[in-house]
């Protein structure tokens, strides 16, 4: 058997725990912030906690699943992770660091079941979904790499759901990993510090309106019409446009003062960047009174994708043409471009040229 992951336990879980071996209460709070808020990784560094407890801890319990296989060091300051689950499944993690904050870009799947056509981690499939234990540990570890174990970070934490993985097909595990962390006693990174990535799972779009301590949402669009959006993410045909834009306008009636969503808009040379895109694209925005913001991403190259960058002046003509008809754009900078850290090109593969040896 297993033994059991207390990273991804609630508080109230570990409390349950605690008292099954006959400890206080009290211990479980303890352990809980040791974990979280001060990122310890033994047991043995938890020198206020009586000796046979840790050893009881030792013997049942583990705090670290994930086993770093590489980690990537960009020119620009971006870290990309590769782990392997205990049962030896792939899961990349990237930070971000910039001025006034830090990024963090986690998985929730290793791989991903969905076929976008301009990803790579599309390619490996679905291998599994990650357990909210495993989805805290990437954050957990990307802090502690850049500052040192328990080293308060000296800006916030920002959270990005838009690593390998549909985060709204494994909802569950994902909402959980939310709530371990705004934990004020753990990591205490509060869900509006989070934003949530989804190529439109329209249930969970919805879903997630009624949540009233929810992350911030971002849904990867990619194509202003059925047609083209069907050819670049097929789970389109599923819940097409007109379905993801109604879920958008309910979603839109649960936002919070000053807060937009985003859509999500990778710029594909010749495929879904002309005037004629963005105009639609706009008008889509407008027909459904949407107050969303578009970023756009410069897409990445990588074999074998068969799609190549817009090139720039063609990027800041498609946001002209969005900003002229009032919808608010921006452009994305790419970051960790040399790791090959960007959105959809996770653990789809390895560059052995750049890795560190650890
Ligand atoms: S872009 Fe996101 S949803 Fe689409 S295949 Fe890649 S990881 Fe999955």
Known sequence: M??????????????????????PDYRARQIFSQIHARRLRSFDEMTDLPKELRAK??????ISTLALESRYIS????????FKTRDNKPVETVFIPEENRDTICFSSQSGCPLQCTFCLTAQLGLLRNLTAGEIVEQIIFALNDAYGVGVQPPR?????????????LNFEELMKAIRIMKEPNGLHIVPNRTTVSTAGIVPRIRELATIPDRPHLAISLAAPNDE????????????????????CKMFEKSLKRGERFTFEYVM????????????????????????AKVNLIPHNPAEPLP????????VEAFQSILESK????????????????????????SSPRLSEQL
């Open 2 to 23: 297993q033994p059991l992951h207390l990273t991804g336990l609630s508080q109230a879980e570990l409390s349950d725990f605690v008292a099954s071996l006959g400890e």
């Open 57 to 62: 801890l030792s013997e049942q319990t583990t």
């Open 75 to 82: 020119t620009d300051g971006t870290r990309r992770y590769l």
């Open 156 to 168: 916030g934490t920002n959270l990005v759901g838009m690593g390998a993985g549909e985060p709204f």
């Open 228 to 247: 083209l959006r069907n050819e670049l993410m097929p789970i389109n045909k599923k819940w097409p446009i007109d379905e993801l834009m109604a879920a």
């Open 268 to 291: 594909l040379d010749g495929v879904n960047d002309s005037a004629e895109h963005a105009r639609q694209l706009a008008n889509l925005i407008n027909r459904y009174r949407l107050h």
């Open 307 to 314: 799609y190549q960058p817009s090139p720039m002046v063609r």
């Open 326 to 349: 009032g919808v608010h754009a921006f452009i994305r900078r790419p970051r960790g471009r040399d790791i090959l850290a960007a959105c959809g090109q996770l653990a789809a593969r």
